[in-house]
């Protein structure tokens, strides 16, 4: 089993940056990517970016640009660096790991004058 622990959400005005944090820990030999995705209200789930073990980085149209996917190794953790925010990016943000699947509880990010 993997435990996922995300961190950093919040509220922050249109055009201002949010970081994010996710920490694996347990069974954390078997992984070999990780991501985030969201959740906005009335939406389904989304990827947002995704990184695997070799470095290899996706990201989803909405967010290239803006945000970044980042790891540490050593840590077994991730991270979202969001910059330029826009309310349209406001949402649940969830910590995945694969294979097989995990999640984390999820984070909220609220862009809001």
């Known amino acids: 089993q993997v435990q996922l622990r995300e961190s950093g959400g919040g509220l922050v005005q249109p055009g201002g940056s949010l970081r994010l944090s996710c920490a694996a820990s347990g069974s954390t030999l078997s992984i070999r990517s990780m991501g985030w995705y969201r959740q906005g209200p009335g939406k389904q789930r989304e990827l947002v970016a995704e990184?695997?073990?070799?470095?290899?980085?996706n990201y989803a149209d909405s967010v290239k640009g803006r945000f970044t996917i980042s790891r540490d190794s050593a840590k077994i953790a991730i991270y979202l660096q969001m910059d330029s925010l826009k309310p349209e990016d406001t949402a649940v943000y969830y910590c995945?790991?694969?294979?097989?699947?995990?999640w984390g509880q999820g984070t909220q990010v609220t862009v809001s004058s």
């Open positions: 995945n790991a694969k294979p097989p699947l995990y």
């Open positions: 990184i695997t073990s070799g470095g290899f980085t």
